[in-house]
C-alpha cells in the first residue's frame, strides 16, 4: 500500500511540475506568441526507397498537401517539403513551408512515428518575415492522413 502511495504521489509531483513549466512558459511569452493553427491532410506523400528492403536509413519522403482552418472545412494554405529517414520506425528530419494567406513559414525539425513532434520555426515570408519560435505537430488519426499544426511564433 505504502508503495502504491509514494508512486501515486510523485506521479502528482510530475503533473504539477508540467502545469507549472507550461504556466510559466506562457507567461514569459505573454502577448509577445502568434498561436497560427491549421489542418494537414496528408494526401501527396511519396517514400522514395533507396534500397530494396522497404524502410530504411535514408530513405526520403516528399510532399506538398492542402492546410485547412481549424474547422477542418476551407483550405487556408499549402505546404512542401522533405523528410529523410534518420532511424527505421522511430524518426525523420524533415523541412518544409507552409504557405498561408499572409506569407510562409518555414519549419525544420524531427517528424517522429510515434507521439507529437516539435520543429523549429526558421523564417517566414510575408507576415512572417523573420518569424522564429515553434510547431507542434500531431496526428488527428491512426492512419496518418491528417495532422494538427499548431505553429507559436515570437514576435517580439
Known sequence: MRGKLGLLAAAGMVSALA??????????????????AVIEHATTDTVVDLTTNGDSTGDLLTFHNELFDTGNDDVAGTDQGECVRIEVGVSWECRW??????????????????GPSALAITGGTGAYRGARGSMRLVARDEG?????????????
Open 19 to 36: 502545469l507549472v513549466v507550461s504556466l510559466v512558459s506562457v507567461y514569459a511569452a505573454g502577448p509577445n506568441v502568434t498561436r497560427v
Open 97 to 114: 513551408i507552409n504557405f498561408l494567406e499572409d506569407g510562409s513559414i518555414t519549419v525544420e525539425g524531427p517528424f517522429f512515428d510515434d
Open 144 to 156: 496518418g492522413t491528417e495532422y494538427d499544426f499548431v505553429f507559436r511564433i515570437l514576435t517580439a
